[in-house]
């Protein structure tokens, strides 16, 4: 079953998107060589505590931390650690989540540690955010669930990949229901699979975590011995961009992003909805 929304439970689910938001801003500011992961965790408990929220994150399923980092060739569900020290030329994706008066949000970033990144690891981050902006351009009224998921795929299709070959769009993991809880129905995958079917219609009230994952190579993953970590199985590197978002009457609103996804959805002639909570 989908939960659908109302108007005064999508403000709510805001308030906790802007908490996700703020986490964001500050654990990208505190990447930097030299830093732990989880030197990061405890900035993310910070601004939870500071605002009032809880975390989704920390006890689900046993999680051990308030968000997942990951780093290189980890896809997702990443471990901090004091263990693990951030050095230049790092790439990380750091997912985190947040809940406030019982509604969730949750979204990923990708970010570059110190400079001298190669520029197939750029493209691959700018790849794997833009294919979440257009299946969050594709959250119209009339769509389906697998408009979403041909947006994603399409747009990394048909991105050249630098020194040829095609991305790799994990397989495994994909985009979810969210709402009062972390995890819902209906699973969004990040490419169509034709035996799925369409998928549930989309109207006012749906709302969807977005989520490409996205690697250098492979499609494939395995779990490390930690029950967590997820890693390509041939070791290249890889991307993760999420955010959070309520289909309305207006339009789509980014819950997750500060101006609600206002200037993106501009760019690709989409008119977000109006902040619930101005």
């Known amino acids: 079953m989908v939960q659908i929304k109302s108007p005064e439970q999508i403000a709510r689910m805001r308030a906790a998107g802007l908490v996700v938001a703020a986490i964001h801003a500050a654990t990208r500011e505190a990447a930097v060589p030299g830093a732990t992961t989880k030197d990061l965790d405890e900035v993310a408990r910070k601004v939870l505590a500071e605002h009032g929220a809880k975390s989704n994150f920390l006890g689900y399923g046993g999680f051990p931390a308030t968000i997942c980092t990951s780093v290189n060739d980890v896809v997702v569900h990443g471990i901090p650690s004091e263990d693990v020290v951030l050095k230049d030329g790092d790439v990380i994706s750091i997912d985190c989540g947040a ?3 019982g509604w969730h949000g949750d979204a990923a970033y990708t970010a570059f540690v ?8 750029l493209e691959l981050s700018r790849v794997t955010e833009e294919s979440m902006w257009a299946g969050i351009a594709a959250m119209k009224q009339g769509n389906r669930l697998v408009d979403v998921s041909r947006a994603i795929e399409t747009y990394i299709r048909r991105q050249p990949k630098p020194g040829g070959g095609r991305y790799g769009i994990i397989e495994d993991y994909g985009g979810h229901g969210i709402g009062t809880e972390m995890h ?11 035996r799925r079917g369409k998928g549930p219609k989309l109207v006012p009230g749906f709302c969807l975590a977005i989520e490409p ?13 930690d029950d967590w970590t997820v890693i390509t199985t041939d070791g290249t590197w890889s991307s993760h961009w999420e955010h959070s978002v309520a289909l309305t009457e207006e339009g789509p609103l980014v ?15 989409v008119t977000a909805a109006p902040d619930p909570l101005g």
């Open 213 to 225: 994952m996205v690697s250098l190579g492979t499609p494939k993953t395995r779990v490390l011995s």
């Open 184 to 194: 819902m129905d209906p699973h969004l995958l990040n490419y169509v699979d034709r």
């Open 255 to 269: 819950l997750t992003a500060p101006d609600g996804g206002r200037a993106k959805l501009a760019e690709l002639g």
């Open 114 to 121: 110190g400079s001298g990144h190669a520029p197939e690891l």
């Open 99 to 101: 809940i406030v008066d």
